[in-house]
């Protein structure tokens, strides 16, 4: 769905009132705490719904009441469904950092190895993001967590790091 980015999906009901639980598959989940809309993939299409109510819980979820969703039964057409925030409600980045979907498809340079491949997305780990990255049919993880010295080329879609000294040989000959 271009111009939206996935936040997480809805786990499960909660209560019997039309009310769900988001799951938010993100690494800061209280930054999604005051959202007053939110759109749902139904049948591909981004479908916008109201936000009435929230309340955070824990790891990782919050409760939903979104508008006209008043019954158990209206609630259960929604399990499951993906949900995305428009991209123009990310504030702009500087040359340092990077949004975790915006990156798939960035080639990623190590600048003491070169070109190693393209960023296929970021394994959410709590404690330890991992940049994922797929050379020649070879998956590399590379930990986020670690001094990487990211520099992101949005123009040229490039991804520029410094690993640690022998991370790579993990990986690549």
Known sequence: ???????????????????????????????????????????????????????????????????????????????????????SLLPELDEHSFYDHEIEGFKVIDTARGDIGIAVGVIDHPSNPLLQVEKGGVEILIPLNLELHKKVNRKERTLSITTPEGLLDVYLP
């Open 1 to 87: 769905m271009k111009g939206y980015f996935q936040i997480g999906h809805i786990a499960k009901l909660h209560g019997y009132n039309g009310e769900v639980s988001l799951f938010l598959d993100v690494t800061q989940p209280q930054n999604y705490r005051q959202l007053n809309l939110v759109f749902l993939e139904i049948e591909g299409i981004a479908t916008p719904f109201s936000i009435q109510s929230s309340k955070p819980m824990n790891n990782g979820f919050m409760v939903l009441k979104l508008e006209g969703v008043n019954s158990e039964n209206e609630a259960k057409r929604l399990v499951r469904k993906s949900v995305f925030l428009s991209d």
